[in-house]
Each structure stands twice: as C-alpha cells, then as structure tokens.
C-alpha cells in the first residue's frame, strides 16, 4: 500500500511537472513571437505579455511536489549532519512538518482565491480569460505537495543508497 501510494504520487508529481514544462515551451515561443512583432514590425502585442504574466503562477508550483518527493530543496545541514541519526530522523519529521504548513497555508490561500474568482466571474484585462483558469492548476500542486507531505511525514522517507552504506558501516564496527 505505501508503496502503490508513492508509485501514485511520483506519477501526479511527474505529470504536473511536464505540464509545467510544456507551459515553460509555450511561453518560450509567445514570447519570442511577442519580442519579434515588437521590434521588427513596430506593433506591440498586450496579449503576449498578459498572457505571460498570468502564467508565471502556476509554472512556480507545478513542480514543488517533484522536488519534494525527489528532495530537491537546498538544505543547510552544518548543524543536523553533526547529529546523531536518531535525532537527525526528527529533525527531517519537524522540516517536513514546516513545509506541510507553510504549504497547506499557500493551499487555502489559492482554493479561497479560485472560489473567490469562480464565484465573481473576474477575467484578465485583455484576453478576457477566466482567472479561475489560472488558479486551478495552482490548487492541484499544492494538494499534490500537501499529500505529499504527508506521506513523507508519516510513512517517512527510503533511506539513500549513500545513507544505506553509512548505516551499514556503521553496524559493522
């Protein structure tokens, strides 16, 4: 079961990172489109750059649960690395309980915000688009960071092959 759970949630996170990768791509090519028709043909696009803009949010957090799941967040380990492995564990539970928070507090921030532009039917200034659009894909990787989260707080972390052998040195001596 936590296996299959894990399988599942590598696959959401992978997902929701190629989305943002294919989001990355298009934005690439509008902009270009964007800067070209600016400067060669003297016609500035407003679509372009709205579009752009409105983008931006939802690239930032499509990827955090990845980079849970594969613990790609910078770590300052000066002072844990010279903890005992037992306290070391703990100190992992207490920054992963930090970032459920600070993730479930961003969570609420955008499911209230979605609601709030489905509710008031508020679209972009120019393209006219429904806000909610852009805050959808939002909520979907903070729920995802948040299960995420949890799974890795409760069902911990595999141990790394580095960490294994050190373990295993260890035990040997």
């Known amino acids: 079961m936590k296996s299959l759970l894990l399988k599942r949630l590598n696959q959401l996170s992978l997902a929701l990172l190629y989305c943002g990768a294919a989001i990355v791509v298009v934005q690439a090519f509008w902009i270009t489109y964007g800067v070209g028709v600016r400067y060669l043909l003297d016609s500035p696009d407003g679509m372009v750059t709205e579009a752009t803009a409105l983008l931006l949010v939802p690239v930032a957090f499509l990827g955090v649960s990845y980079a849970l799941l594969n613990d790609a967040y910078p770590k300052v380990g000066l002072v844990r690395d010279r903890l005992p492995p ?9 920054n992963v309980s930090v970032m459920l928070m600070v993730g ?4 609420a921030a955008a499911t209230k915000a979605m609601l709030k532009s489905m509710d008031s ?3 972009s200034e120019i393209l006219l688009w429904p806000r909610f659009y852009f805050w959808i894909p939002v909520v979907i ?4 960071f948040c299960l995420s989260a949890l799974f890795l707080l409760f069902a911990g972390r595999e141990a790394q092959p580095s960490q294994r052998n050190v373990a295993d040195n260890e035990d040997t001596q």
Do not use: E, H, M, Y
């Open 86 to 94: 037992s306290i070391q564990s703990w100190v992992d539970k207490l």
């Open 121 to 123: 039917g508020a679209a």
């Open 141 to 144: 990787s903070l729920l995802a």
């Open 104 to 107: 479930g507090f961003f969570f």
